[in-house]
């Protein structure tokens, strides 16, 4: 009878709870979780440890990105920076020497043996080079390193920028500098503000002449127009104005390339760092003319005045006869 019977099927039955599974996608989103949870804490343990100079740095970054990114260099808290302000302290507007890399520059000789003449020399040559490296170092600067000349001459330390082809400094006939070369000058304005030396600056053009034959607006006013808006700039970005002696346009007077006075090179603008025999020996130029030419005193200006009004003979009046 056991033989008989079939052999019943097993039945194996699964309960489908409500709402089904989520699988492992759960487990995804909770690592997301707590990544962001530890790039936040991370974030405000940065913020907590970083000092106040450099925060205010890195908002400057978001206000300007762009102008950050090209002009590079170490930081808006340097001196070679063109941002201005940054550093330990955030109430200078020039920018900080860092430590340890900067030359100190001297005002009083140290050494019994050195005059005062080679220490102005000593600090212009140190000067050279810290414009050099501060080029090197700055991207914005090394693409126009061809078009910066830096040499030192009998009157002291002298920066030429030139025109190129391709790219000039100012527009045709206009003394409003292109905005590259508006970095040029806001860059280096706290670099030469680390000396006491006056300043000389002064305009040239080439050779081409305006239409007027010069009787009219011609290169003098032009070349002197861009020597006052490289001051102005300059003055704008850490230059003391009290250290400007001189701004001035020459035209075409002086060539820079004799054999064609047409070339690019010729419109430039000469920024000098004056030695102080150069810088006395201008305002004692000066002073010697204004003695030549002029009356010791002021009442002795009267007095000639005077003096000429009487000697004058008089002039008789004529009086026209009234037609009827």
Do not use: C
Not at 63 to 70: D, Q
Not at 183 to 204: C, D, K, M, Y
Not at 216 to 229: H, P, V
């Amino acid at each position: 009878m056991a033989e008989g019977k079939k052999e019943q099927p097993i039945v194996i039955k699964r309960i489908k709870k409500g709402g089904g599974s989520h699988g492992g996608a759960w487990k995804i989103a909770y690592a997301d979780f707590i990544t962001a949870l530890m790039a936040f804490f991370l974030l405000m343990w940065l913020l907590g440890s970083t000092t106040k100079a450099t925060l205010q740095g890195i908002a400057n970054w978001f206000k300007n990105p762009e102008r950050v990114s090209l002009m590079g260099g170490p930081g808006t808290g340097s001196s070679n920076s063109i941002l201005n302000g940054g550093g330990s302290n955030l109430n200078k507007t020039v920018g900080q020497v860092q430590r340890g890399q900067k030359h100190q520059f001297l005002t009083s000789p140290e050494n019994p043996s050195l005059s005062t003449r080679e220490i102005d020399q000593r600090n212009l040559r140190y000067l050279k080079q810290e414009l050099e490296a501060q080029i090197r170092e700055n991207p914005a600067l090394a693409a126009f390193r061809n078009q910066l000349l830096i040499n030192i001459t009998p009157e002291g330390l002298r920066i030429q920028v030139v025109d190129s082809a391709k790219r000039p400094m100012f527009p045709n006939g206009s003394t409003e500098p292109e905005p590259y070369a508006r970095t040029i000058f806001e860059a280096i304005a706290p670099t030469l503000n680390t000396l006491p030396n006056r300043v000389s600056i002064t305009g040239h053009t080439d050779a081409l002449r305006y239409l007027n034959n010069g009787r009219g607006y011609s290169n003098f006013n032009l070349s002197a127009g861009r020597a006052n808006a490289v001051r102005q700039i300059m003055v704008q970005h850490g230059l003391a104005e009290q250290k400007i002696l001189r701004v001035m346009g020459m035209g075409s007077a002086v060539l820079f390339n004799r054999q064609n006075p047409d070339s690019p090179l010729n419109r430039r603008v000469t920024i000098v760092v004056l030695s102080n025999e150069a810088a006395q020996r201008i305002v004692s130029n000066q002073q010697a003319v204004m003695n030549v030419s002029a009356p010791a005193t002021a009442d002795a200006a009267l007095h000639n005045l005077a003096g000429t009004t009487r000697s004058a003979p008089a002039t008789p009046s004529t009086v026209a006869p009234v037609s009827s």
